[in-house]
C-alpha cells in the first residue's frame, strides 16, 4: 500500500475515542502550553536501534553501529537536533531482533528504529513496527518486498533486484558470458531474493543456468556444490551469500581450480571477504551506492573521520547507516517535534536529500531511488569494474 494512504481504519478508531471521551464527559490531561515548537529550540528525540552485533555476522552491525554513532556525534554537534541513540544487538537472529525491537517501542520516548540488519529479521519486526506505528528504516535490508510491509517501514539501502542486474550485465559483457551457474543460501531471505534476482536476470538474458545449488547458513563445506558446478564450465557464477559463507566459497572453489568471476549481492560487499578470502576474492563482482574511493569531499571527510575514530576504512555498511540518521535528523527538523507520525510523514517529504551516498528520496513505497556502481575484488580491493 502507498505510504501517503493513511490507515481508514485507525482513523475510524481515532474517531471512536474521541466519541467516546466526550461523551463519558472527561477530558484528556492539558499542561496549557502548547506543544508547538518555538523558533531555534533544539528538538530531542530518542531513536532505537537493533543491530546484528555479536555472531558471525557482527563485522555489519559494527560498521553499522559506527556509522550511526559518527553521524549522531555530527548532528548533534550542529545544535538543531538532538539524537540520543539506544542500541540493542539482534545477534542476526529473528526472535532476537523480534524482543528487542518490542522492547524499544513499547518506549514511548522512542520517537524511531534503525535496522535490524537483515532482511530476514526485518521480516518479523517490519510488521509489527508498522502495527505500532513507528517509523521503521533498515540501512542495510535489500530483499525484495521491505518497504511494502507496511506505511512505517523504509529502507535507505539499494534492493538487490537493482544491484544485481547491474553487476550482471557488466559482468556478462565483459566475459562475454553464455553459460551461469548459481549458488544460494536457501535459509535467508535476504540470500532467496537475491536468487530470486539471479534466475531473472539469466533468464532475461537468454544465459543457459547449468545448474543451481544451495546451501545453509553457517555451511563449512562446499566441495559437493562446487565441483558438480566444475564440472559443467560455466563462464560465470552467480552467487547469493552473506560475507561470512561467501568469502568461504570463494576460497574453496578457487582451491578446486575454479577461476571464473563471480557475481555477488549485497552481502558480498563486505571488506570482510578479502579478510577472510585473501586472494581468492579477486574476481568478485558486486554493484553498491557506496565506493570509498570517489572524490567526492564529501566522502573523502566522512572516510577521514571515520578512519580517525575507529581505525578502519568504512565500508558500504557504514556508509548507509550514517546517511540514515542524517534522512531521519532532516525528517525530525520538517516534523518539527518528535512524533512518530510526523517523522513518518516527513520521511516521506524529504526530495533529494545530499548524503555520502548521493542524493536520497523515497518512492511512495519506502524504498530508495539510487543507481549503483558497480566493482570488482583486483590485487585484494575492491574497485571500479570497466
Ligand atoms: C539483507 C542484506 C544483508 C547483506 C545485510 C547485512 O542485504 O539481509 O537484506
Known amino acids: 500500500m502507498s505510504k501517503l494512504l493513511k490507515k481508514p481504519f485507525l482513523a475510524i478508531t481515532v474517531f471512536m475515542l474521541a466519541l467516546l471521551t466526550a461523551c463519558s464527559g472527561k477530558s484528556s490531561e492539558t499542561t496549557g502550553e502548547s506543544n508547538t515548537p518555538k523558533e531555534g529550540d533544539v528538538i530531542n528525540a530518542k531513536i532505537g536501534?537493533?543491530?546484528?552485533?555479536?555472531?558471525?555476522?557482527?563485522?555489519?552491525?559494527?560498521a553499522i553501529t559506527n556509522g550511526f554513532n559518527l553521524a549522531q556525534k555530527e548532528i548533534n554537534e550542529k545544535g538543531e537536533v538532538h539524537i540520543d541513540l539506544v542500541i540493542e544487538d539482534s545477534a542476526g537472529k529473528q526472535e532476537q531482533a523480534l524482543s528487542a525491537a518490542q522492547k524499544l517501542m513499547s518506549d514511548d520516548s522512542i520517537v524511531a528504529l534503525l535496522?535490524?540488519?537483515?532482511?530476514?529479521?526485518?521480516?518479523?519486526?517490519?510488521?509489527?513496527?508498522?502495527?505500532?506505528?513507528?517509523?521503521?528504516?533498515?540501512?542495510?535490508?535489500?530483499?525484495?518486498?521491505?518497504?511494502?510491509?507496511?506505511?512505517?517501514?523504509?529502507?535507505?539501502?539499494?534492493?538487490?533486484?537493482?544491484?544485481?542486474?547491474?553487476?550482471?550485465?557488466k559482468a556478462v559483457d565483459k566475459y562475454d558470458v553464455k553459460k551461469v551457474a548459481i549458488l544460494y543460501g536457501n535459509d535467508d531471505v535476504f540470500t532467496k531474493s537475491g536468487f530470486d534476482t539471479m534466475k531473472k536476470v539469466a533468464e532475461d538474458m537468454g544465459l543457459e543456468i547449468t545448474t543451481i545449488e544451495t546451501f545453509q547458513k553457517g555451511q563449512a563445506d562446499y566441495n559437493a556444490q562446487l565441483t558438480k558446478i566444475k564440472g559443467q564450465n560455466p563462464d560465470l557464477i552467480l552467487?547469493?551469500?552473506?560475507?561470512?559463507?561467501?568469502?568461504?566459497?570463494?576460497?574453496?572453489?578457487?582451491?578446486?581450480?575454479?577461476?571464473?568471476?563471480?557475481?555477488?549481492?549485497?552481502?558480498?560487499?563486505?571488506p570482510q571477504v578479502i579478510e577472510i578470502a585473501g586472494d581468492a576474492a579477486n574476481g568478485l563482482i558486486v554493484a553498491t551506492p557506496w565506493f570509498g574511493e570517489?572524490?567526492?569531499?564529501?566522502?573523502?571527510?566522512?572516510?577521514?573521520?571515520?578512519?580517525?575514530?575507529?581505525?578502519?576504512?568504512?565500508?558500504?555498511?557504514a556508509a548507509q547507516a550514517?546517511?540514515?540518521?542524517?534522512?531521519?535528523?532532516?525528517?525530525?527538523?520538517?516534523?518539527?517535534?518528535?512524533?512518530?507520525?510526523?517523522?513518518?510523514?516527513?520521511?516521506?517529504?524529504?526530495?533529494?536529500?545530499e548524503g555520502i551516498l548521493g542524493k536520497f528520496s523515497f518512492d511512495k513505497d519506502g524504498d530508495v531511488v539510487m543507481d549503483p556502481t558497480v566493482l570488482v575484488i583486483e590485487g585484494g580491493k575492491f574497485e571500479i569494474f570497466e
Not at 295 to 317: A, G, M, R, T
Request: net charge negative.
Open 115 to 169: 535496522g535490524p540488519t537483515l532482511s530476514t529479521e526485518m521480516n518479523v519486526v517490519g510488521p509489527e513496527a508498522d502495527l505500532n506505528g513507528i517509523p521503521i528504516m533498515g540501512t542495510s535490508t535489500t530483499a525484495e518486498g521491505i518497504p511494502q510491509i507496511g506505511e512505517y517501514v523504509f529502507r535507505n539501502s539499494i534492493p538487490e533486484a537493482l544491484a544485481i542486474p547491474a553487476a550482471v550485465k
Open 322 to 353: 550514517y546517511d540514515a540518521l542524517y534522512l531521519y535528523a532532516e525528517a525530525l527538523k520538517n516534523a518539527g517535534e518528535a512524533d512518530r507520525d510526523k517523522v513518518k510523514d516527513a520521511l516521506l517529504e524529504i526530495k533529494d536529500l
Open 239 to 270: 552467487a547469493s551469500a552473506l560475507y561470512n559463507e561467501g568469502a568461504v566459497i570463494m576460497d574453496q572453489a578457487r582451491k578446486l581450480g575454479i577461476n571464473v568471476p563471480f557475481v555477488g549481492g549485497n552481502g558480498f560487499n563486505s
Open 294 to 317: 570517489k572524490e567526492d569531499p564529501k566522502v573523502q571527510e566522512f572516510n577521514s573521520k571515520y578512519e580517525s575514530e575507529y581505525k578502519k576504512k568504512p565500508d558500504q555498511f
Open 49 to 62: 536501534v537493533i543491530s546484528y552485533m555479536t555472531g558471525p555476522g557482527a563485522a555489519y552491525g559494527e
